[in-house]
């Protein structure tokens, strides 16, 4: 099944499953904060806490589900979000938000009022 946002639905299951789990989803909002410039994966560790090898594994599974992009600079990985992703993400989940009408996220209590 492909939807408008031209999303694949196998992806947004692998995507919505990496984010499923807490350590996951603490990196992918720390990589979103971080922007464009990313961080190294030892600063990542460091900051959350997680071992390198459990960083490693998570790391992992959200590049798989394509959340995140790894570069090499110089001796160091760094990630940073795939924001491409998470909007065409977020995309696929709100596209039929309001029975297909535009509606701004500050009208969803609005904008569904009429519905029960």
Do not use: W
């Not at 031209?6 to 350590?23: C, Q, T």
């Not at 909002?29 to 990313?38: E, I, M, N, Q, S």
């Not at 900051?47 to 090898?53: A, E, I, M, R, T």
């Amino acid at each position: 099944m492909v939807y408008c946002s031209g999303m694949d639905s196998n992806l947004v299951v692998r995507a919505l499953s990496a984010l499923a789990h807490e350590s996951r989803l603490a990196i992918f909002r720390l990589l979103v904060v971080a922007g464009p410039d990313g961080m190294a994966a030892g600063d990542i560790a460091q900051k959350l806490d997680v071992s390198p090898s459990s960083l490693s594994f998570h790391l992992k599974d959200l590049s798989h589900a394509d959340l995140v992009t790894p570069r090499q600079d110089g001796r160091f990985i760094i990630y940073t979000a795939n924001f491409d992703a998470m909007t065409d993400l977020i995309g696929f989940l709100t596209e039929n938000c309001c029975a297909g009408a535009t509606c701004a996220a500050s009208d969803l209590p609005n904008c569904c009022a009429d519905k029960p």
